[in-house]
């Protein structure tokens, strides 16, 4: 019942990244109502199947025993080729996703995935991604969650922002690593962090605007990482 990254690539599981993000539409866009009990009962067999003593989840969605060839297939290719986690930015997003749509119900679940996110070491505050370039992806994922869920302390924010005004470029952008070269996306992670903590007026993000102004293509796009 869930999504895959490559829906026609049979050999690639559902997967709980794909599965967060479209609970996160389906609740923005208000249409999670609707579909409420289909969801709930994904949600419980990841709780089921997926969810590690750490509070860490696997990455792929697959049934625990199953004796499936489909299934087995899916496993050996996750061993060979990419891992089956827990992945931090994928737990983070799917922690979000969760508390989104019902965060009473899987209290005790998202008090697991807490844990299991601050267990996690951080260099300096930023936390790397394994799917994704860079160190603001996995860090915004971390805090979008764990502010949500009330474990985010204003020393925290105080440490982070302190770490961005660090490693912010000279052209007031961010690099995928502490002073490479800036670009758009990172940029943006960086603000979508901030944002968490609504300081958008900082000064960090008046730069950080400033270097998406000023890069911006005529056509209105930004050049590739």
Known sequence: ?????LYNVHEIAPDLDDL???IIVFHKTGFINRY???FAAILD????NCMKDNGGLSTWIIPKNSKKNIHKKQKRFNSIYWGNGPDLEV???FAYAVFL???EKYR???ELMSNYILNQKAENKLYKSKWYCGQYYATYQVYRFLRANRHVRKTDIKEIIEVFAYCQNDDGGFGEDNKSPS???QTALVLKTIGLFNLRDSIISMKAYEYLKNSIREDGSYNAC
């Open 91 to 93: 737990v983070a997003n």
């Open 183 to 185: 670009n758009a996306i």
């Open 45 to 48: 067999f990841v709780f089921t």
């Open 20 to 22: 967060a993000q479209v």
């Open 36 to 38: 409420r009990e289909y």
């Open 108 to 110: 005790v679940q998202l």
């Open 1 to 5: 019942g869930g999504w895959s990254y």
């Open 101 to 103: 749509f019902d965060c």
